[in-house]
C-alpha cells in the first residue's frame, strides 16, 4: 500500500519506487508519473472520481517498495 504526503498542492508517494503525485483538478484527481509507468511510458493517468481510486491506480501501475520491518 502506498504511503503519500501533503506536498503543497499534491500527494506525494513516500515509499514508491518511481515518482508519484496526485493531484485534485476541476475535473477529478490526476495521476502523475514523470518515470512511466510498469508496462508503458505513460506519465499521467484519470481523472479519477476520488483519492483512493488514483492511489489505486498507482499502485497497480507503478509498483511500490515494501518495508519489511514496517509489516
Known sequence: MMQFKNSGAYQVATNSI???AIHKSFKGYMVY???GRLLDEFTSAGPFVDFESAK???ECNVGMKVNWEDV
Open 18 to 20: 518511481k515518482h508519484v
Open 33 to 35: 508519473t514523470p518515470e
Open 56 to 58: 489505486r491506480n498507482a
